[in-house]
């Protein structure tokens, strides 16, 4: 899932960008209400976390020209503002839901799914990820690899999901490090190797034959074959 968030605290945006990276999902953080208008009619997102106070374009706004613009894209509003008439006005101009500040990341992540189960209640449902003998279903953090459960801690559900969302593609260490720990991980630690090894151990094809891949001095990738 790739979520694009446009929030202009920066501290607050900083940890919705680490908790969601931990579950699993891409985030592209933006400040700017002009700025995040322009990205979102010319890219794709599965999902959209708005503030209202924003600059250059002031997220009621922004909502507006996004649905004159067809994108049906869920939008879920952030906002201190707790008047039910504000409330009301942005679920007709085309808002999913509404959370107000503060508030704990746990309601948020449960919102965005809600809205995601009735925006497309069949894809949500059979989402899977089938890469390598590996089958993963997110919806209910399953992994089975070659038709077995796989039990994995929370790190490395969300490292190899990530790996697996990029089948045959090369991922620096410094780019696992701020997806899965976050901008404040030491980027020297070796985290991210021991990780890697015992997912290793967990989804061994056979002696000497591992499903990811180490590339010397650039990062690791997950190999389809």
């Known amino acids: 899932m790739k979520i694009l968030l446009v929030e202009d605290d920066l501290r607050l945006a900083q940890l919705l960008t680490r908790n969601f990276k931990r579950e699993g999902i891409e985030v592209r953080h933006e400040t700017d209400g002009r700025e995040a208008l322009k990205i979102l009619l010319n890219s794709s997102f599965d999902f959209v976390i708005l503030d209202l106070i924003l600059p250059g374009m002031r997220g009621e706004e922004l909502l507006q020209e996004v649905r004159k613009k067809n994108k049906n894209v869920p939008i879920i ?9 504000s409330r009301i ?8 839901d509404y959370v107000t500040k503060p508030f704990h990341f746990d309601e ?3 919102r965005v799914q809600s809205v995601l189960r009735r925006s497309s209640p069949e894809k949500q449902k059979h989402e ?4 390598g003998g590996l089958k993963i279903i997110p919806k209910m953090r399953l992994v089975y690899f070659q ?3 796989v039990n994995l801690r929370p790190k490395e559900y969300s490292l190899l999901l990530y790996l697996a969302r990029r089948p045959n593609q090369i991922v620096s260490r410094n ?21 890697i090894s ?6 061994k094809i056979r002696p000497n034959q591992n499903l990811i ?12 074959d």
Request: net charge negative; glycine share 6%.
């Open 147 to 149: 038709k077995k459960i």
């Open 175 to 195: 780019m696992l490090i701020e997806q899965i720990w976050g901008y404040d991980a030491h980027p020297l630690s070796n985290m991210v190797d021991s990780h």
């Open 89 to 96: 006005r942005l679920f007709n101009l085309g808002a999913d």
């Open 198 to 203: 015992i997912l290793r151990k967990k989804i």
């Open 213 to 224: 891949r180490t590339v010397q001095g650039v990062g690791y990738l997950l190999e389809t």
């Open 128 to 131: 899977e990820i089938v890469v």
């Open 77 to 85: 509003i952030l906002s201190a503002v707790e008047h039910c008439e």
């Open 108 to 110: 948020l992540m449960a």
